[in-house]
Every structure is written in C-alpha cells, then in structure tokens.
C-alpha cells in the first residue's frame, strides 16, 4: 500500500495477511496485490452518509 500527502511525499509499506493499514484522513492511497492468492481488504471511512465515488464526484448530496 503506498499513501500520498499533499506536500507530494509518499511511503510504500507492506501489508500481509492479518495486518492492519492505517491512512491518515485526506491522504491519496493505492493498493496493489503483490501475491499470487486473492486480495479481500476492508476499507472504512468516518463519514456521517455513504455516497458512491460517482456522486460525490458530481457533487451530488444524498
């Protein structure tokens, strides 16, 4: 997993079965399987509604 901050720094970790990853609010992240079994993650966000990517691109409050 590799997160980006604003200032344009980023930082590439592995995570493995079991771990838990950790972006800090308003950091771009990009997640990519590097092993040969499938990837499931869980991705959380503290938000009060739930809009799909689509919507919230649009500018479309639910």
Same mark, same amino acid.
């Given at each position: ?7 344009? !720094? ?11 990853? %950790?972006? =800090? ?11 040969? !079994? ?11 509604? %739930?809009? =799909? ?10």
């Amino acid at each position: 997993m590799t997160g980006y901050a604003a200032d344009g !720094t980023a930082r590439t970790f592995d995570v493995r079965e079991g771990s838990v990853g %950790y972006m =800090p609010f308003c950091f771009s992240h990009y997640i990519q399987n590097t092993g040969v !079994t499938p990837l499931w993650y869980l991705e959380v966000f503290k938000a009060p509604i %739930y809009n =799909p990517l689509t919507q919230w691109m649009d500018g479309i409050n639910s």
